[in-house]
């Protein structure tokens, strides 16, 4: 079965401080990866995803990025966070096929002060 | 474009039933449904494909309009475990270009009371 790890699950980082968050991925192969952001109280806003290694698209302009440097790993990176990147981080997967649910990860809560 | 979900909270005592809805402004492949409950990741409920299909998971069923670019989620005889944030999730008809992404709408918080 499908299994997603992230990590950590809660983190709180000072403004200026770089930022990697990691996303494996075990149980398949050649997934669709995706990073979701979700602010406080709102829902779920996508910001890159993934169909293969080295493939980024990037959804929204920020000051994120992303890198897929093997199949089943997915990186989310900044090099300098801003108080708007607070917010709770879910790494997502999907199989190819249309009909597949899209699985998430446990998620990291970032606080940015 | 974020689809639209009505309302924004629903407040119910056990055994009641409750609707969500979902609209579209865009053509639609699928709609997903998911579940999150407070500080955890959405949990999957159930996927519906262009087709007007009508899926059903225990108590929990829900239908897509295709050309109405609609779903609904009924949720009937309510538990309190039912309570939680629902979101719907709305994949683009876009000739395999869509990429398995999902737009979520902006969620409807559901409370249980006993």
């Known amino acids: 079965s499908q299994t997603i790890h992230q990590w950590p699950a809660t983190l709180v980082q000072p403004v200026g401080s770089p930022l990697s968050l990691e996303c494996t991925v075990e149980?398949?192969?050649?997934?669709?990866l995706y990073w979701y952001r979700q602010a406080a109280g709102r829902g779920l806003q996508l910001l890159f995803y993934?169909?293969?290694?080295?493939?980024i698209s990037s959804e929204v302009p920020q000051n994120l990025s992303a890198s897929r440097p093997q199949d089943r790993q997915f990186i989310l990176s900044s090099k300098k966070l801003l108080l708007s990147d607070s917010g709770f981080y879910l790494c997502?997967?999907?199989?190819?096929?249309?009909?597949?649910?899209?699985?998430f990860g446990s998620g990291t809560q970032l606080s940015v002060l | 474009q974020q689809p639209v979900q009505s309302p924004q909270a629903v407040i119910l005592r056990e055994g009641e039933d409750a609707v969500i809805n979902c609209s579209s402004s865009?053509?639609?492949?699928?709609v997903h449904w998911y579940r999150q409950k407070h500080g955890e990741a959405p949990v999957f409920l159930m996927i519906?494909?262009?087709?007007?299909e009508q899926k059903g998971h225990e108590k929990i069923s829900a239908s897509f309009n295709e050309k109405k670019q609609q779903s609904s989620l009924y949720l009937t005889a309510s538990q309190l475990s039912y309570s939680g944030t629902y979101f719907c999730?709305?994949?683009?008809?876009?000739?395999?270009?869509?990429?398995?992404?999902?737009?979520f709408g902006q969620g409807t918080i559901l409370t249980v009371h006993p």
């Open positions: 865009k053509a639609l492949y699928s």
């Open positions: 149980g398949t192969s050649n997934p669709n």
């Open positions: 993934s169909v293969g290694i080295g493939q």
């Open positions: 997502a997967l999907r199989g190819g096929q249309g009909y597949e649910k899209l699985f």
């Open positions: 999730g709305t994949e683009r008809d876009a000739g395999g270009t869509s990429y398995g992404k999902l737009t």
């Open positions: 519906l494909l262009k087709g007007g």
